[in-house]
């Protein structure tokens, strides 16, 4: 119950075109959704995050789509770059409860890669 | 830009020996993690530390790991006597909000038992 499940593994996608990575969940007590980038040799990166109180959230070309009757969320990279080329992990986190519950669990990842 | 710092990047040790992983975190923030990952797989959860204690720890986090923050800066992980499964790329976090959110991460160290 504490997994989140990551797809695809991996991700091939043209310079331009729009990169899409989907997370679900079964524990209802998260309430805290970040999605990390990580380049090879570094640490993860956050890139976004989003709570369940809105449907979507938007940084730039990064795009997070909720979906909490489903218990789904969705990361969106509009006109992917070859920069982008990295992997990405969805994680979640348990709603705060005065002194515990403050760890990410987080997803398989997903490899990106941008085509120029 | 402030940021999570880590040595050293490469730690190799034998199996049995006693290993010091540093973290320096960010400035202002007040809770700290440890978060390891095994090549190819995914992010895993150790521990968290807030008030020099340990909020929570995962059953990864066994009588093997201790955890300390001996100065106004430093946040330690040592793993007392490594086995070979331990070689994986640890990973300090930090955040300021007391809710875990926003934690950021260190570069990590690269952990290799022989």
């Known amino acids: 119950q504490q997994q989140v499940k990551q797809s695809p593994q991996s991700l091939i996608v043209q310079k331009g075109g729009i990169s899409i990575i989907n997370c679900a969940y079964e524990n209802t007590a998260f309430d805290y959704f970040p999605w990390y980038q990580q380049f090879p040799g570094k640490g993860p990166a956050l890139l976004i995050a989003i709570r369940p109180d809105v449907s979507e959230k938007k940084e730039g070309r990064f795009t997070i789509s909720f979906n909490k009757s489903a218990k789904q969320f969705s990361l969106h990279i509009m006109d992917s770059q070859p920069g982008d080329s990295a992997t990405y992990f969805c994680a979640a986190r348990p709603s705060y409860s005065g002194g515990s519950n403050y760890k990410l669990t987080f997803g398989k990842g997903t490899l990106l890669t941008v085509n120029p | 830009e402030p940021e999570v710092t880590q040595t050293p990047s490469h730690q190799v040790t034998q199996m049995g020996q006693e290993v010091i992983l540093r973290c320096v975190p960010i400035?202002?923030?007040?809770?700290f993690y440890w978060y390891r990952q095994i090549l190819g797989q995914k992010v895993e959860f150790l521990v968290s530390?807030?008030?020099?204690?340990?909020?929570?720890k995962s059953e990864i986090f066994d009588d093997q790991f201790s955890v300390e923050r001996p100065d106004g800066s430093n946040f330690t992980l040592k793993i007392r006597s490594t086995k070979l499964e331990d070689s994986a790329m640890y990973f300090c976090?930090?955040?300021?909000?007391?809710?875990?959110?926003?934690?950021?991460f260190g570069p990590g160290t690269r952990l290799t038992v022989t």
């Open positions: 530390f807030y008030n020099n204690e340990i909020s929570e």
């Open positions: 400035s202002n923030h007040l809770y």
């Open positions: 976090a930090s955040s300021e909000s007391r809710t875990g959110n926003e934690q950021y």
